[in-house]
């Protein structure tokens, strides 16, 4: 997805120097043309992401660089108990990390310190065994899992969020009929 952001934030500044400029070498004409695509193309690719997230069956919360959520996933819904209108746009510090014992604030300082461009102190890339708050202010333990994503020059996180014993799908033979 970065190539078509890249893409439409170069040909956005594009667009604009011709026009502060009066350029006569750039044709706006075609710039537009060009940024009216890519704009639809990232809209396409912004929808498909969007649907896939929705789709998975692990719940899955992507968190801007200042930890708020930006997107939230129905089995995030299923298995933490926040619907998605109530935690979109706030901190997930706040929603779903226990004060207890520090986990709060040490969460806050270690997210601060990646989207700073600091270690990550092997949370990212590495599943651990976290407590997370339910909806209803019990702790759940859940499998916790961190990868960082760059959408342009975005950089955010997507968190895989799985309870520690999951039931057991369906065989592919129950799903087929074999």
Do not use: C
């Amino acid at each position: 997805m970065s190539p078509d952001r890249d893409l439409f934030h170069e040909m956005r500044a594009l667009l604009d120097e011709a026009r502060a400029r009066n350029d006569e070498t750039v044709d706006p004409g075609e710039l537009a043309a060009r940024l009216t695509r890519a704009e639809r193309r990232l809209r396409v690719l912004e929808h498909e992401y969007v649907d896939a997230l929705q789709a998975s069956p692990v719940a899955l919360v992507e968190i801007d660089r200042d930890g708020i959520i930006r997107q939230w996933n129905t089995a995030a819904e299923r298995l933490l108990g926040h619907e998605s209108a109530g935690v979109i746009g706030r901190s997930m510090a706040d929603i779903l990390i226990p004060e207890r014992k520090g986990y709060r604030e040490r969460h806050r300082a270690a997210f601060a310190a990646v989207a700073a461009g600091g270690p990550h102190r092997g949370l990212v890339y590495n599943e651990v065994l976290a407590p997370m708050l339910h909806a209803d202010g019990h702790e759940i333990t859940v499998r916790l899992f961190i990868l960082p994503l760059r959408r342009g020059a975005l950089l955010s996180h997507l968190a895989t969020i799985r309870d520690p014993q999951p039931v057991a799908p369906p065989h592919i033979d129950e799903v087929l009929g074999g």
